[in-house]
């Protein structure tokens, strides 16, 4: 018998390209507990082909053009074709295998929060005038999005978040946006209606990411966060993501200069990751990581100097730099920023705010890059 009630539980569950993470957190005493957590590793098309800009004709032309998609877990390989929303056929497969990990993991909670890719996001601050009514509010953000989205407001999912001002004498006010296709959005929701999930929130990673490694703290910072494909980039000010943008960089790219490098195949790389550590890494052995730490370098800087130059953001210093991901424990990355930013760099913490068994420690802390997002997502209904 369970030490904890179904209800008690909350899962996140965190789709990348790379596989599926989860995590139950159970609140006990006020506070978030671990009860359980799972790792399926395998290449997943999730990341859906970048549609939050195109109109239902061009992704159907897009759909005849590719065909189908081809993705490989647990060693099989599949086609199958490229539809979105909730007849898309992958959706019984990504339910078989989370509903597998929830066995392994024995997930005692029904009760799921999920992340949708931020490359598939819509995401602005919107400046308004100071109004009190929700309806008031809803009414002028529809207006401010329908010049600005290439697509119909009303195939879009939106929702906002008012800007927290020390100025009560303003006469505008500042909203963050967020929209999403619905497609996307029904596509996650058939999902876990088959894994037999009852799916409370989908949210965008950034807001998992500053739930799990920013909390309460309201300094201006930047998240990196490293995935096999993409690495997405996330301002944080005043305990809210301002800003997002996302390039197509990542661990893959890392492991392909690392199997050059030590005359291996690409798939012993990973595992051979630990042991780069242990290199002294002077200029001359970063300088062969360049050509793809540069990318990143590069957006790091553009990123800040695009907040900087928005209007109620002069003057503000950022104060930190924390990495996340699978691939944010890579060495010359966190070595390289620090040379270029004047500012702390540093691995996050996301398991900080979880209690849980001391002698599960090493293990949890080695998993913690890679399990941002989804304990993010479980303590959306513990601590709000």
């Known amino acids: ?13 965190d789709i990348g390209a790379y596989g599926i993470k989860i995590v139950q957190l159970n609140k006990t005493k006020g506070r978030p507990q671990l009860w359980t957590y799972g790792i399926v590793d395998g290449a997943i098309d999730i990341h859906l082909p970048d549609f939050s800009d195109k109109s239902p004709e061009q992704l159907s032309q897009e759909g005849k053009m590719l065909g189908s998609s081809t993705f490989q877990t647990n060693g099989e390989k599949k086609d199958t074709p490229l539809i979105y929303g909730e007849s898309d056929p992958r959706v019984d497969r990504y339910a078989e295998i989370l509903m597998r990990l929830m066995k ?53 999912q939106v929702v906002h978040q008012k800007i927290p001002s020390t100025n009560k004498d303003e006469k505008y006010m500042r909203v963050l946006v967020t929209a ?26 950034a807001f998992a990411i500053e739930r799990s490694l920013v909390g309460k703290e309201t300094a201006t910072m930047m998240v990196v966060d490293v995935g096999a494909e993409r690495t997405n980039f996330f301002i944080m000010d005043k305990g809210l993501p301002m800003t997002h943008r996302s390039i197509q960089v990542g661990g893959d790219n890392i492991d392909t200069v690392l199997s050059n490098i030590l005359g291996v195949d690409p798939t012993l790389v990973d595992v051979m990751k630990g042991d780069v550590g242990m290199i002294s890494w002077d200029e001359k052995t970063l300088s062969v990581f360049d050509v793809v730490l540069d990318p990143i370098l590069k957006e ?54 979880i209690v849980y068994q001391q002698e599960l420690k090493p293990l949890l802390s080695e998993l913690g890059p890679r399990m941002s997002v989804s304990i993010g997502l479980a303590l959306r209904n513990i601590i709000e």
């Open 1 to 13: 018998m369970s030490l904890f009630s179904k209800d008690n539980g909350f899962l996140g569950v």
């Open 180 to 205: 999403a296709p619905k497609t996307l959005v029904a596509f996650y929701s058939a999902i876990f209606q088959k894994a037999g999930l009852q799916l409370r929130e989908l949210e965008t990673e």
């Open 300 to 353: 790091v800087q553009y990123s800040f100097d695009l907040f900087l130059s928005q209007s109620g953001n002069e003057g503000k210093r950022p104060e930190k730099i924390v990495l996340t991901g699978g691939s944010s424990v890579f060495p010359p990355l966190k070595k390289r920023l620090e040379q270029t930013f004047d500012m702390r760099v540093f691995v996050g913490d996301p398991w900080a705010p």
């Open 104 to 156: 392994e993991a024995r997930v005692t909670t029904t009760l799921a929060t999920a992340s949708i890719p931020v490359s598939h996001v819509f995401h602005t601050i919107v400046t308004l005038p100071k109004v009190e009514k929700e309806s008031d509010i809803q009414t002028y953000i529809n207006a401010e999005l329908k010049k600005v989205l290439t697509r119909p407001l009303e195939e879009m």
